[in-house]
């Protein structure tokens, strides 16, 4: 059983910059790909980012390319989503989550989130 704590969320101005960060325990995070989801109030969940186990190869929806790098530290079971060039509409709920699928249908293990809040 893979648990995900997700830290780094916050408030940030538009423009400016924040770094999230899932750190896993309970499971090997080398054996997962990661991803990293959104929701934003009264919005359905959207996928953001995803990163494969060796930290290779990445994914980004369009809304986010060239602003948000997702990275990987397996040494230290955690994985990063860096976010800059923030924009209001990036206000949301994050969630880390983890299979050992590169894009599952529906991934196995998901964090409890962290706000992100942007503010114009």
């Known amino acids: 059983q893979v648990q995900l704590v997700e830290s780094g969320g916050g408030l940030a101005q538009a423009g400016g910059s924040l770094r999230l960060s899932c750190a896993a325990s309970?499971?090997?995070?080398?054996?997962?790909?990661m991803a990293w989801f959104r929701q934003a109030p009264g919005k359905d969940s959207e996928f953001v980012a995803r990163?494969?186990?060796?930290?290779?190869?990445?994914t980004y929806a369009d809304s986010v390319k060239d602003r948000f790098t997702v990275s990987r530290d397996n040494a230290k079971n955690t994985v990063y989503l860096q976010m800059n060039s923030l924009k209001p509409e990036d206000t949301a709920v994050y969630y880390c989550?983890?299979?050992?699928?590169?894009?599952?249908?529906?991934?196995?293990?998901w964090g409890q989130g962290t706000q992100v809040t942007v503010s114009s």
């Open positions: 989550a983890a299979d050992p699928q590169y894009a599952p249908t529906r991934y196995i293990y």
């Open positions: 309970g499971g090997i995070l080398s054996s997962y790909h």
């Open positions: 990163i494969s186990k060796s930290g290779v190869t990445t």
